[in-house]
Every structure is written in structure tokens, then in C-alpha cells.
């Protein structure tokens, strides 16, 4: 299954979600996280790219394979898949904003922690905000590093090894990018969408519990309901990678 394939496209946008799941994009300011989630939600350069005030918000559909089987009834040889209406939260890094950003971290299970390998600055302050999203966020926080800027690799400061070692080290994920050009833009949010997924199904993270960043979606919920037929379907105002606002 292809990265691109993870993310639905705007001719099969479906009313219904299985989980819904808040994402925390952080890091330094100048790193181009907003650059990142603009690429991967729009497919194209953000540019230009004035610096983020405060927080912004978007949201896209993920459509993932499930590591459960097949719901009875289903066609023979049918693979199980999920769909996670993601919404991902951008945050300003200058030091100013802190104490308004942290706020957001609350009812995330999920992380995309950005540096720029150009900057070993950026990279030094990792640890500074993984311990405040650990502090604040989900108790089952997933979280993906990110070296971003690899097309500016003549200035690199911070080897590939040892921001992949540092990940492996503090229990997270690790992928290079370049907001740019696009390389790997899907990558971390992919890898973090599959993350929570496979720790929902395996029960470490629970939907029914207050604080773990994860809530069943419309479509449980209608599932549930389905006897009264009082939940109305509704459109997803969230954004498809290479899609538009809905």
C-alpha cells in the first residue's frame, strides 16, 4: 500500500470516521512545521510562509489498514481498514507563545516534534518540547521526530544517524523532510496516524477513557445509534491531502 493511498481523496470523501484523534505539530520557530503540514494537507510549497501566531488548526481524513479482522459478512479475501479524521494543531515556536501553545497540548495522542538539520539549536531544544507534550498531552502519547530541511543538505548541522539515534533513544519515531520539495512530507503523519491506530487495537490506548487524545467518530457512533436513526449524517470540514476545504 502506497503512503499516498493512506489519505482519501476528494471524489471518496465518506460522511463517517472511526476515530477522531488531535495531532501536535511543535518545535523551534523558523523549523517549517507549518511549511510540512501545508505541504502534506495542500501537495504543494506553502510560499509564501510568514511565521505562525499563536495556533492553527486543520484536519484531514486517513483511511488505514487494521490490524483487526474483517466485520463479519464481508467479502471473501476483503482486507479490514480504518478511517481516522486526524486533526492536527500548529503551533508557534517562539518562546513568547509558549505559555499560549501549551494549552492545545491537552487531549493529544499524538506528536510531530520538527528540527531543522541545518540548525543545531533547534535540535538541542527537541528535549525541551517532548518533555512538555509528555508533561501535558496523552499519558500514551505517540511521537514522530522530524529533521526537516534535507534540500539544504550542504548546511546540514545534525547527522542523519544521530537524530535517528536521539528518537530511538526517547521512544519516538524518526523521519527527514524537506517542506520544499516535498520529500517524505506524508511520512510523519502516516507513521503517526498507523501508530495510534495499532495502539488503539491493541488497547493501549482507550477511546472511552477522558484524556487520551482518541474519540470513536461518527461512524461508531451511528453504529451504536442506528436503532433510533437520531444522529443525522454529516460532511467532514476537514482537508484532503491534494484535495480542498471541504
Not at 488505514?64 to 492536527?88: D, N, R
Not at 543545531?120 to 530541511?149: C, H, I, M, T, Y
Not at 503517526?192 to 487495537?201: D, G, K, N, Q, S
Request: hydrophobic share 35%; charged share 25%; aromatic share 8%.
Amino acid at each position: 500500500m502506497s503512503d499516498r493511498s493512506s489519505a482519501l481523496s476528494a471524489t471518496e470523501l465518506p460522511e463517517l470516521y472511526d476515530y477522531l484523534c488531535k495531532l501536535i505539530v511543535i518545535g523551534d520557530s523558523g523549523v517549517g512545521k507549518s511549511c510540512l503540514l501545508h505541504y502534506f494537507l495542500n501537495d504543494k510549497i506553502r510560499d509564501p510562509s510568514p511565521h505562525t501566531i499563536g495556533v492553527e488548526f486543520a484536519s484531514t481524513l486517513m483511511r488505514l489498514p487494521s490490524s483487526l479482522p474483517p466485520s463479519a459478512g464481508a467479502a471473501p479475501g476483503a482486507t479490514s481498514s480504518k478511517t481516522l479524521k486526524v486533526q492536527c494543531w500548529d503551533s508557534a515556536g517562539q518562546e513568547r507563545f509558549r505559555s499560549v501553545t501549551r494549552n492545545y497540548y491537552r487531549g493529544a495522542c499524538g506528536a510531530v516534534i520538527v528540527y531543522d538539520i541545518t540548525s543545531r539549536k533547534s535540535f538541542e531544544a527537541l528535549q525541551s518540547w517532548l518533555s512538555d507534550a509528555r508533561a501535558l498531552a496523552s499519558p500514551e502519547l505517540q511521537v514522530v521526530v522530524v529533521g526537516n530541511k534535507m534540500d539544504q543538505e550542504d548546511d546540514r548541522q545534525v547527522p542523519y544517524l544521530e537524530g535517528s539515534r536521539w528518537a530511538q533513544d526517547h521512544g519516538a519515531l524518526f523521519v527527514e523532510t524537506s517542506s520544499r520539495r516535498g520529500d517524505n512530507v506524508e511520512q510523519p503523519f502516516i507513521l503517526l496516524a498507523r501508530a495510534i491506530l495499532l495502539a488503539v487495537e491493541s488497547g493501549k490506548l482507550d477511546p472511552d477513557k477522558a484524556g487520551s487524545g482518541v474519540s470513536y467518530g461518527e461512524r461508531a457512533l451511528r453504529r451504536i445509534s442506528s436503532w433510533s436513526g437520531s444522529l443525522n449524517g454529516g460532511t467532514s470540514k476537514g482537508k484532503l491531502l491534494g484535495g480542498k476545504c471541504c
